[in-house]
């Protein structure tokens, strides 16, 4: 049983415009959801992260959002450069838990 | 410079040959990490280590082994692979215990098993 979902495998969009990548989880229990950014043939780095007793969390041209209701989050990009086409995962850990559940990943391209 | 170091790189082998896959990490973090990535399957986490001599399964566990015998370093061991175990692996570290820290992750093995 799949705990992370994202559910597009993929998504384009044009520079300068706005990149959505959801996720979506089951386990209320979840404390932290983070976002890591994978380029090809290197590991994944960290990207942003909200607790879960937040509902929006902003870093530059990042921000997530967290619905607990829908269980549902979202990173938006804004604007979209060329440079963040990438695969990204949604990432959750549960307090008291240290296995950590990834999502399958979105790979996102950034057209010129 | 902080980082993760796995090697090697890339390997290609054959079913049944042992072989090990190292890991180390500069940043004195007590909690490390393995996973393996597969197309159409995410990351998936094959054995952690919150501290020396403290290892637990994962989700994927079965074929692999992991020891911490020093707290920079977590091998991660092949006693028999199989072809099933073609992958990519990657080893990650982060400070410690509790949630939300980030983990900081190494360039990834390439493993073939013919």
């Known amino acids: 049983d799949q705990q992370v979902k994202q559910n597009s495998p993929s998504l384009s969009v044009q520079e300068g415009r706005i990149s959505i990548l959801n996720c979506d989880y089951t386990n209320s229990m979840f404390d932290y959801f983070l976002w890591y950014k994978k380029y090809p043939a290197e590991g994944p780095t960290f990207l942003i992260s909200i607790s879960s007793i937040k509902d929006k969390n902003e870093d530059g041209r990042f921000t997530v959002f967290l619905n607990k209701s829908a269980k549902h989050l979202s990173l938006h990009i804004v604007p979209s450069q060329p440079g963040d086409s990438a695969v990204y995962f949604c990432a959750t850990d549960q307090g008291g838990s240290e296995k950590l559940v990834f999502g399958k990943g979105t790979k996102l391209t950034v057209n010129p | 410079e902080a980082q993760v170091t796995q090697n090697p790189r890339y390997l290609i082998t054959v079913t049944g040959k042992k072989l090990t896959v190292t890991c180390s990490q500069n940043?004195?973090?007590?909690?490390m990490s393995w996973y393996r990535q597969d197309p159409g399957l995410g990351l998936r986490q094959i054995y952690y280590?919150?501290?020396?001599?403290?290892?637990d399964k994962g989700d994927v566990p079965e074929g692999y082994k992991v020891s911490r015998k020093e707290k920079r370093n977590f091998p991660l061991i092949l006693e028999s692979p199989s072809p099933n175990q073609t992958s990519l692996y990657f080893c990650?570290?982060?400070?410690?215990?509790?949630?939300?820290?980030?983990?900081?992750f190494g360039d990834g093995t390439r493993l073939s098993i013919l």
């Open positions: 940043m004195n973090h007590e909690y």
């Open positions: 280590s919150m501290n020396v001599e403290v290892t």
């Open positions: 990650a570290s982060r400070p410690g215990q509790g949630s939300g820290q980030p983990q900081h």
